[in-house]
């Protein structure tokens, strides 16, 4: 017990249960943040007429180190300290003891802020049209033409380089067609040539809702050492980043961690900006300082989403194969954001599903943009993706006369990676019992029968004018059934700071206790790797304990939802346990081994060109969702959702359920923007394995919304290429279907009309011919 107390007398970094908002120490001071009421322009000034004692305003010039700390995207300021960059950018922080009355000086504040950008003030050379008008009375020869065409090509990159809206852009090309020739011209060829091509555009921007503490953080200094409570999901870069901006070193930070539930990639990146601004206020004004933001500022400047675009365009031959995917992801990043490159290289990744094409064109570009950055939750990105492949994948299947099913079937990528020759393809995903989940699923929710009835009453719907024109409290109610599958992919080896940094060490001590040095996992995490490490080691699990407590440099050097991955985690547990099991009796106890992840290898994955296999390991799941929208309210009503997972070897059933279901509960409640959607017939199982347990717990973020829209589309006969919904979004498409299937109609009679017309004017002209 000493050698602990010890340890944690010593650290410089601590995992407290409590939320920060909730700390308080003598003589605090509380702090709001002045932001920018416009969209771009330049700061110029920010003051009070009359500041009262004992309240502060603290800028960039208040920044002890440097205002530009680095991130992986670059550097970003701590303080907006010239060009805005979007509206509610941070610009100053007001500090006091009173936190009403900060909240009636922020009103008085007076901001000068001149509303030109700096593209306006750039000289008059930088201007390539001013560059291209000739003066006709000057004739120049050849030589000066292509002095000048150069001078401004360069003027033109230069300009491009500095002001372009591209953050970050992946292009992937595969197949037979870029093989020889140009590649783009025959992949437009083999649509040309294809028995059935099929283009949709797919729009997603599906968050969970976040009911936990807002972010900010608590500071305090005592001589020239901080201490910094914060929900911080990534201790390393919080560390670093403060070193930086307070200019002191990274032995004078203390770091308590407190409860964290966001994980947003804002949360993750942009908590450190927070918790410098505070730390700046706290040193200028010489107290305790808290800066809690409000659930507003959460949720407009942390937590928002901007909609991920996808378009996809499919060539399938008459064999009901796919040919070719030709995909473009767009995504608004905000105005910046350091995991830009890396989300949409994994939906680069995803975009192709749980599917073999044999050629492939992706064009994924992150753009800037003037509003605050897109949060994604790291663990979710894929889940964008996999709602636009499994949509676009079953309007393949309506065009082409299969059942999802019988398509999946045929189509689906089939590595076994035990096997010495692997297939020729740009992703390798280990998909294991692919067509036993498929078959499960069909049997859980009976739906080859209850699609193929369905489809024939949206067929006699689309015989006519859609739904029943005329409704009843009688009407019968529209129905639908959605399939989806896909994987989740474990332990990222594209990841912008993966480079084989996933450790585990584990301690025998005195007295048969185990200590597993970690950080934080959760309370059933917990509990089966105590079952683990008691069954290697045959001892019990009561003498088995997780250890948190981290020194300074000893925290992980990846953010908590990378580190969390249990899959690796669980791996490196066993080989820790096995090692201590090895060693020779009578060895001196505390004996301590530490394992961690060997840095991938070239040949199983290359970055550079995005190919090879992505992932440490991969889990699997098929869902089918079936619902009924009542023809009077336009409002559904979902009958059943069937769930079938193969995670590996599920080591505690009850546990994975449970997660499993909470969940598809949370997935339900973010599809509708104003209400939430409830399932109470919900049927989950697991597929037998003995492979290594993989994580299994944000599957259903890929599955579910994909196969929710694809039974509305059925039920409705009309796509539903968006996500989330609005409580009246089904009857605002059904009455456009209506108005598009009128115009439709009456374009067809007033073309007949005119051909009747026409006619009788053929025939009155013949006749007249005939009489002369």
């Not at 900060?102 to 700096?118: F, P, Q, R």
């Not at 925290?555 to 066993?574: F, G």
Request: glycine content about 4%.
């Amino acid at each position: 017990m000493s050698r602990n107390s010890s340890a944690r007398k010593n650290s410089q970094i601590s995992f407290q249960k409590e939320f920060y908002s909730d700390l308080t120490m003598d003589n605090m001071y509380f702090a709001v943040v002045v932001r920018s009421p416009v969209r771009e322009g330049i700061i110029k000034s920010i003051s009070h007429p009359d500041l009262p004692d004992g309240y502060s305003l603290i800028t960039a010039r208040d920044v002890p180190g440097s205002n530009l700390v680095n991130t992986i995207q670059g550097k970003l300021p701590v303080f907006c300290e010239g060009n805005i960059s979007y509206e509610g950018e941070p610009l100053a922080l007001l500090a006091g003891p009173s936190e009403s009355v900060l909240k009636s000086l922020l009103d008085e504040l007076v901001l000068t802020i001149d509303t030109n950008t700096i593209e306006d003030y750039l000289p008059d050379e930088f201007d390539i049209n001013s560059q291209n008008i000739e003066n006709p009375e000057k004739k120049k020869t050849k030589k000066e033409i292509k002095i000048q065409n150069e001078e401004l090509q360069n003027l033109k990159e230069i300009k491009e380089k500095f002001f372009s809206d591209k953050l970050a852009q992946r292009i992937i090309k595969f197949g037979p067609c870029f093989e020889k020739g140009d590649g783009e011209k025959n992949m437009e060829k083999l649509f040309a040539e294809s028995k059935y091509v099929i283009e949709n555009e797919w729009s997603y921007a599906l968050k969970l809702h976040d009911y936990g503490e807002p972010n900010g953080a608590m500071c305090s200094w005592k001589d020239n050492s901080v201490t910094i409570s914060t929900p911080t999901q990534w201790l390393n870069n919080l560390r670093h980043i403060a070193s930086e901006a307070l200019a002191i070193p990274m032995e004078s930070i203390t770091i308590r961690k407190t409860t964290s539930t966001n994980r947003g990639t804002n949360s993750i990146w942009y908590n450190s900006i927070i918790a410098c601004q505070t730390a700046v206020a706290s040193k200028k004004t010489g107290h305790p300082v808290k800066l809690v933001y409000t659930r507003e500022e959460q949720e407009k400047f942390l937590n928002k989403m901007q909609p991920i675009s996808i378009r996809h365009k499919t060539a399938v031959n008459e064999k009901g194969i796919i040919e070719a995917m030709q995909i473009q992801i767009e995504m608004d990043a905000g105005f910046n954001n350091p995991f830009a490159q890396e989300i949409i290289d994994r939906l680069s990744i995803a975009s192709c599903g749980c599917y073999n094409p044999k050629n492939i064109f992706i064009t994924a570009t992150a753009h800037s943009s003037l509003n605050s950055a897109s949060s994604v939750d790291i663990q979710l990105i894929d889940s964008a993706a996999f709602f636009a492949v499994e949509n676009q994948m079953n309007e393949v299947c309506s065009k082409c006369n299969l059942t999802p099913l019988e398509f999946r079937l045929k189509n689906h990528i089939n590595i076994d990676f035990t096997k010495r020759k692997i297939p020729n393809v740009q992703f390798l995903f280990e998909i294991e019992k692919f067509s036993e989940t498929i078959e499960a699923l069909s049997k859980a929710s009976d739906f080859n029968r209850k699609y193929a009835s369905y489809r024939l009453d949206a067929m006699n719907w689309k015989l006519g004018s859609g739904p029943k024109e005329y409704v009843s409290v009688f009407s019968s109610p529209m129905r639908g059934i959605g399939f989806s599958c896909a994987f989740e992919g474990a332990g990222y080896y594209g990841d912008e700071i993966y480079n084989g940094t996933h450790s585990l060490e584990v301690t025998l001590e005195t007295e048969s206790v185990l200590t597993i040095h970690c950080p934080p996992v959760s309370d059933s995490v917990q509990e089966i790797w105590k079952e683990i490490a008691s069954e290697i080691l045959g001892s019990s699990v009561l003498s088995v304990r997780i250890n948190s407590v981290f020194s300074s440099g000893e925290e992980p050097l990846l953010p908590e939802n990378v580190y969390s991955n249990i899959s690796i985690m669980t791996s490196l547990l066993k080989k820790c346990c096995l090692a201590i099991k090895r060693r020779k009796p009578g060895s001196p106890l505390p004996f301590k081994v530490k394992r961690k992840t060997a840095a991938v290898k070239k040949t199983e994955w290359c970055n550079d060109t995005l190919s090879g296999r992505p992932f440490h390991s991969t889990s699997f799941a098929a869902a089918a969702i079936e619902l009924e929208i009542n023809p009077c309210t336009y409002r559904e009503k979902i009958r059943s959702i069937a769930l079938v997972l193969n995670g590996g070897k599920i080591l505690n059933i009850q546990a994975a359920t449970s997660t499993v279901k909470l969940g598809i509960q949370k997935v339900l409640s973010s599809l509708l923007e104003d209400d939430k959607v409830e399932c109470k017939n919900i049927r989950i199982s697991f597929m037998q394995s003995e492979k290594d347990p993989s994580q299994i717990g944000e599957l259903v973020h890929q599955v579910i919304p994909a196969a929710y829209t694809q039974a509305l589309t059925q039920a409705l006969n009309c796509t539903i290429n968006s996500l989330p919904l609005k409580t009246d979004s089904l009857f605002i498409k059904i009455k456009e279907q209506k108005a598009r299937i009128k115009a439709m109609k009456e374009m067809e009679a007033a073309l007949e009309q005119k051909a009747q017309q026409e006619l009788e004017e053929n025939k009155i002209e013949n006749s007249a011919i005939s009489e002369q």
